[in-house]
């Protein structure tokens, strides 16, 4: 199928492009990579009256470290990753393969698509779009990210647990864009781990999962952060694993913990796999990437050769 007749506005200022999305009678769609978008409109799943094109904001291209905070987002120590909502998918794989704290940025990046999706593709279409299977949004979440928002009515900040709302629905209202994201680099001594099942290369996630953790001196638990994405129609927190915390880490305390977050999970039943099936690979994932992060926490901190039951 081809696309409905659309009009196409291409805008060179973002107060342009924000006026033209506060006409509710032109029902515009921002138009960025389009990786997702132009499917749906050949598909007509999404039949807009116009395109707003975006490409040459280039203040919507900003990428770097903010070692200043924003009042209210996180603390003083925390730096963060300001990410335009035009940066390129590849673009920002590239820039987190260079940057330490980054690693679980990049580890996620790699399993998007395909280079040539990735090279099109941006960071902030990936997110507005919120398919709950895709991997940036579930990395969003787990980091902690913030996302900046506009309008002619002026800005806003969204934390990630609340951007996400339903199947391929955001905090996005009508009239406002995604312009820029922050997201939360671990801290140097954090270990991180990055896990997906798919059918095969390039595809959506079955199941994937990612985490952040901090271990003490002591060797015990200080902070533990999952995500988990393609289980339901948004990324999902794992609020169970904070039973670990404080504790000496052992394999079957971890298992149990998996075993508990699988048996109130209310996985998607589709045609790439039932909920039954997804919620042993759950099971399974949610050890994996805990004891991963863990043994990544454990080998910066220089501790090797412990027991781990």
Request: net charge negative.
């Amino acid at each position: 199928m081809k696309p409905s007749a659309f009009d196409y506005i291409r805008v060179d200022t973002l107060d342009e492009a924000l006026s033209v999305l506060a006409d509710n009678d032109l029902e515009a769609k921002v138009l960025a990579g389009g990786q997702s978008l132009l499917p749906m409109l050949n598909m007509r799943l999404a039949q807009p009256k116009a395109l707003i094109d975006i490409n040459r904001l280039a203040a919507l291209a900003t990428l770097g470290r903010l070692e200043t905070n924003l009042a209210g987002v996180q603390s003083p120590a925390t730096t963060l990753l300001e990410v335009g909502a035009l940066v390129r998918q590849r673009q920002l794989e590239r820039y987190a393969l260079e940057e330490p704290r980054a690693r679980l940025i990049h580890t996620a990046l790699t399993y998007v698509g395909h280079p040539q999706t990735r090279n099109q593709g941006t960071v902030g279409g990936s997110l507005a779009h919120a398919d709950p299977s895709a991997e940036l949004p579930l990395l969003f979440l787990t980091l902690g990210g913030t996302a900046i928002i506009q309008s002619t009515r002026g800005e806003r900040q969204v934390a990630a647990e609340e951007f996400f709302q339903s199947y391929f629905t955001t905090a996005i209202e009508p009239g406002e864009m995604l312009t820029k994201t922050l997201w939360r680099l671990p801290a140097p001594e954090e270990g991180i781990a990055f896990k997906e099942y798919r059918r095969r290369h390039g595809d959506f996630a079955l199941l994937a999962a990612a985490c952040t953790m901090k271990i003490g001196s002591d060797r015990t638990v200080k902070h533990v952060r999952l995500g988990l994405g393609g289980v339901t129609d948004t990324p999902l927190l794992v609020d169970e694993v904070r039973e670990v915390v404080g504790e000496h880490w052992a394999k079957e305390r971890v298992r149990m913990v998996a075993k508990a977050v699988v048996n109130r999970l209310d996985c998607a039943d589709d045609y790439q796999a039932s909920s039954s099936y997804r919620r042993q690979l759950a099971s399974v994932l949610i050890a994996s990437v805990l004891d991963a992060a863990y043994e990544d926490a454990l080998a910066k901190e220089g501790n090797h050769g412990v027991d781990q039951g």
